[in-house]
C-alpha cells in the first residue's frame, strides 16, 4: 500500500549489515523504528482512506531522506522501520549521525502539514533507536532494543526521539517485574481502596471518591500514577476495573448500613468503557451486592477518551439507564473537546487542581473558574473541585457557585472502614477524618 519494501526484506538488509559489521568495523549502523502518535484518531476522524493516503506519503517523505545506502519499510500499521548504515567507524561519532538523522525524518513528518481534500492534518512522530556497533548480534535483540527505545519515547509524552542505552534495558526489566508484582497482587487481593470526601460549603459530606492504593511487598506504596499505566500495557485493566466496580458497590452498601447515603466515585477508562463485557460485569457486580445504582458516580478522564463518541454515547445511556451518572475528571487539565459535553450524558464536572493552585490570587485562574463554573450552571451539570489545599481556595470556589470540594483541606484520603467509623454512622458535618500519608487529590 505504501510502496516500500516489506518488514522481511528489511531484517534481510539487517542480517546482512550484522553479518558486515562482524567481519569489519568499519561500518557502524542503526535501527529506527517510527511511530505515528495518535494515528489511529486519524483514521476515525477522517477515515481509512485517508489514513492510507497520508501513510503513503510517509513513505515517500522518508526515502527523500535517506540516503541511497538507508532502507525503510513499513513494519505494521503506522510504524515504521530504518536501517541505516555507514555512519561512522567511531561510535560516538556514529551515534550522533544517528540521531541527527532520526531529528531530519522526524522534522520532515512534522513540519509540513499533509492534505487530504480540505483538511489539512499535522502528526507527531515518535523515534527509537538502537546502534549497530557490535554489542547486538542478533536480530532479535536488535529489534528488542529499538522497540524499547521507542516505547520509553511515548513515555516521554511522543513526539521526540531517544536512544537505546542500558538504563531503558534496566527501566524495561523494572516495569516487567512491576507488571509480574502487580498480576500477583490483584489475584492476591492485596491492593485497597481509600476514600475521600467530598464536601458542600455549609461543611457537609455530600459524596466521596474511591482511590486505588497499592503497598508493594518490598518497594512500599506505588502510586497510581505509576501502576495505572502499567495495567493498562499489561493488560490488567479489566481484572482491576472489575476489582474497583465489586469495592465501589460494596462500599455503598457499607455506606448505606451505617445510614450514610452519599454518592461514591470511581475511575473508570473510556477503553474500558468500550469493551463489549463491560455492561454486563457492571450489571453482575449490582446485582450481586445490591448496591443502588443511582449513587454510583463513574469518573471518566477527559484526555482519555477515544475518538468514537457515539459508541461511548450509546454505551454511557444505557448505563444512566441503570441509574449511574457520569463525571468528567481533571476537567481543564489539557485541551477540552467541549463535543463530549453535548453529546455525552454527562451529570458533573471534576475540575482539576491544576486550575485551583492559583486561587485565590491569581487573575487568569480567577476567569478561568468562573467561565467552568458558569458553562457547568448553563449546562445543568454538577462541578466539583479537586486538589483543594487552602481554605481560601474553597471559599472562593463556593462564592462562584462550586457544588463541592475535595482535597487535603479538608480531608486526606483514607481507608474506607476507618473513615465510617470516624463517621461513627453520623449524618452531621465531620471534618476530623483523619490524615494519611498519600499524594494529593
Excluded at 6 to 30: P, V, W
Excluded at 52 to 74: T, W
Excluded at 89 to 114: Q, T, Y
Aim: charged content about 25%.
Amino acid at each position: 500500500m505504501t510502496g516500500l519494501p516489506q518488514r522481511q526484506m528489511l531484517i534481510g538488509h539487517m542480517e546482512r549489515a550484522l553479518a558486515d559489521l562482524a567481519r569489519n568495523r568499519t561500518g557502524l549502523g542503526a535501527v529506527l523504528m517510527l511511530d505515528i502518535d495518535d494515528f489511529r484518531k486519524i483514521n476515525e476522524t477522517y477515515g481509512l482512506d485517508v489514513g492510507d493516503q497520508i501513510l503513503r506519503e510517509i513513505g515517500q517523505r522518508l526515502n527523500a531522506v535517506l540516503r541511497p545506502h538507508d532502507k525503510v519499510s513499513r513494519a505494521n500499521g503506522d510504524e515504521f522501520m530504518v536501517l541505516l548504515t555507514l555512519l561512522g567507524a567511531d561510535p560516538a561519532v556514529a551515534a550522533r549521525n544517528a540521531l541527527d538523522m532520526a531529528e531530519s525524518l522526524r522534522a520532515v513528518l512534522i513540519g509540513k502539514p499533509f492534505q487530504a481534500g480540505d483538511a489539512s492534518i499535522s502528526i507527531q512522530v515518535s523515534i527509537g533507536l538502537t546502534m549497530l556497533d557490535g554489542r547486538n548480534a542478533k536480530i532479535s535483540q536488535v529489534l528488542q532494543e529499538a522497540g524499547m527505545a521507542l516505547h520509553r519515547a511515548e513515555e516521554k509524552g511522543g513526539d521526540c526521539v531517544v536512544l537505546f542505552d542500558a538504563c531503558i534495558r534496566a527501566r524495561f526489566k523494572e516495569r516487567r517485574s512491576l507488571e509480574r508484582d502487580l498480576a500477583a497482587a490483584l489475584d492476591a487481593s492485596e491492593l485497597r481502596m481509600h476514600l475521600q470526601p467530598q464536601f458542600d460549603g455549609d461543611d457537609r459530606v455530600v459524596g466521596a471518591e474511591l482511590l486505588a492504593r497499592w503497598t508493594h511487598p518490598a518497594r512500599g506504596g506505588i502510586s497510581p500514577a505509576l501502576f495505572i499505566p502499567v495495567a493498562t500495557e499489561a493488560g490488567l485493566m479489566p481484572q482491576l476495573l472489575r476489582w474497583s466496580l465489586e469495592v465501589a458497590c460494596d462500599t455503598l452498601v457499607l455506606l448505606q448500613g451505617h445510614g450514610l447515603h452519599h454518592p461514591v466515585s470511581v475511575n473508570v477508562s473510556p477503553r474500558s468503557l468500550l469493551r463489549p463485557d463491560f455492561i454486563a460485569a457492571v450489571r453482575e457486580v449490582l446485582a450481586r451486592s445490591g448496591a443502588a445504582a443511582d449513587r454510583l458516580i463513574f469518573e471518566i478522564t477527559e484526555e482519555a477518551w477515544l475518538g468514537d463518541l457515539e459508541i461511548a454515547a450509546r454505551r454511557m445511556k444505557e448505563l444512566n439507564g441503570l441509574g449511574i451518572r457520569f463525571s468528567i475528571d481533571d476537567f481543564g487539565s489539557g485541551f477540552t473537546n467541549l463535543t463530549y459535553l453535548r453529546r455525552l450524558p454527562i451529570d458533573e464536572l471534576k475540575i482539576d487542581k491544576s486550575q485551583i493552585q492559583g486561587l485565590p490570587e491569581d487573575a487568569d485562574s480567577q476567569a478561568i473558574i468562573r467561565m467552568i463554573l458558569g458553562m457547568a450552571r448553563q449546562l445543568g451539570l454538577r462541578a466539583v473541585a479537586e486538589g483543594i489545599e487552602r481554605k481560601e481556595q474553597a471559599d472562593f470556589l463556593f462564592e462562584h457557585g462550586c457544588d463541592a470540594v475535595q482535597g487535603f483541606w479538608k480531608a486526606r484520603p483514607m481507608p474506607i472502614a476507618a473513615w465510617v467509623a470516624a463517621r461513627g454512622g453520623l449524618r452531621g458535618p465531620r471534618s476530623d477524618l483523619g490524615r494519611d500519608d498519600e499524594a494529593p487529590r
